[in-house]
């Protein structure tokens, strides 16, 4: 019995050729009789249709082994992420941002009359209900007006205005909601800027300046300052540390992430250098005294 599954289709259809071609040669020197000859190339008959027979039904057709281009076979599937694996990563947050609202409502469709025979079914109880759910996204914008009064004093002939809310400082302002979207398609969906500016004109119908859209990332920057400072001492007193570098292309010129963690913290900085020169002037690891590890290397 030939287990044509743990064999070598190449070899196989090899050691059969080779086989007749030695009978042949022995036919030739007159090594073998007429009768033997005969029996030995119903053999290899045998032989030759039992291998085309079960190597054609195990070996699927492809562009390698058969006349069929790449376009007409089946999908290779054997790299795909199989269901139940984990991809790479953090997991996926379920958290919901604070600053969204939900509205919900509940509609009931009161049965009035049998719709089979006409029967009026007002004042008859309801068994169950069956429920449906439609859930939609409605961009709302909330335009906020303070108008402060403007009045004259007769008695030391002054003007006096009411008082504006602290967020308030200008005549146009924006608030923290749209703020926090801009800088979410900035820095996490990572989205261009003239995409970003056109995005939130078409939702509040108003053109932010770019220079506006840039200052929210700035402002950000600067509130992250103290927690960055924190982040660092805490991975600096760590026992461990990971490192690594990749590239990003920042105004067509190549540039380096350079990440540094520890534990919970993942902290990333922009150069336009990498290795001894980026390290220096980021001055972490010289100030490190622990384990620095990169992606198999351990310094």
Known sequence: MFIIDTV??????EEAERIKIEFNRLSADKKIDGEFKMLFQSMLMLINLLISIFLEKTTKKNNKNSSKS???????ESALTHEGTNGKGNPESNATANNTRTVESVTIAKVTQCNVCGQDLRKTACQHHERRTKIDIIFEKVVEHIDAEIKHCDNCDSTVKGTFSPDMPGPLQYGNGLKAYIVNLFV????????????IKSMIGEV????????????LYQALAQWEA?????????????VDETSLRVDKKNHWIHVYSAEDITLKFLHPKRRLEAIEEINIIPRYSGSSMTVGHLI
């Open 70 to 76: 790449s376009s007409q076979t089946e999908k290779d």
């Open 230 to 242: 924190t982040s660092i001492e805490k991975i600096l007193m760590s026992s461990a540390m990971n």
């Open 208 to 219: 932010i300046a770019e220079a506006s859209l840039l200052k929210f990332i700035l402002r």
């Open 8 to 13: 070598n289709q190449q070899s196989v259809r």
């Open 188 to 199: 996490c969906q990572m989205i261009s800027l003239n995409r970003v500016q056109k995005l």
